[in-house]
Nanobody
Framework: VQLQASGGGLVQPGASLRLSCAVS????????LGWFRQAAGKEREGVAG????????YYADSVKGRFTISRDNAKNTVTLQMYSLKPEDTAVYYC???????????????????WGQGTLVTVSS
């Protein structure tokens, strides 16, 4: 199983950025997908997740209304569209996959089995 995240970079506050994650070795129909981030000196935290069963989504309060997660099972990809970026969004962003849950979108590190290598997002003027 491999997850390859891409799309990070240096942007100014207020800008938008789109992260993509290509997944191989998994049948995405059976898996929930998520994005996490880890800022320097902090623990990894869940940013957004999307189930496979019904497309339900989860967003951390800090990104609600600014980030959108979407999945394309046919293309084996999950994306994170980020708008109105803030300096506090600066972190390494990771995509992750795990078996789908019933009536729940996984959102914690320990709930995810497969991880990508991370892509750095820096928001700075």
């Amino acid at each position: 199983v491999q997850l390859q995240a891409s799309g990070g970079g240096l942007v100014q506050p207020g800008a938008s950025l789109r992260l993509s994650c290509a997944v191989s070795g998994l049948i995405l129909d059976d898996n929930a997908l998520g994005w996490f981030r880890q800022a320097a000196g902090k623990e990894r935290e869940g940013v957004a997740g999307v189930s496979s069963s019904d497309g339900s989504t989860y967003y951390a309060d800090s990104v609600k209304g600014r980030f959108t997660i979407s999945r394309d099972n046919a293309k084996n990809t999950v994306t994170l569209q980020m708008y109105s970026l803030k300096p506090e969004d600066t972190a390494v962003y990771y995509c992750a996959a795990t078996r789908d849950y019933t009536d729940y979108v996984p959102r914690y590190v320990h709930e995810y089995e497969y991880w990508g290598q991370g892509t750095l997002v820096t928001v700075s003027s």
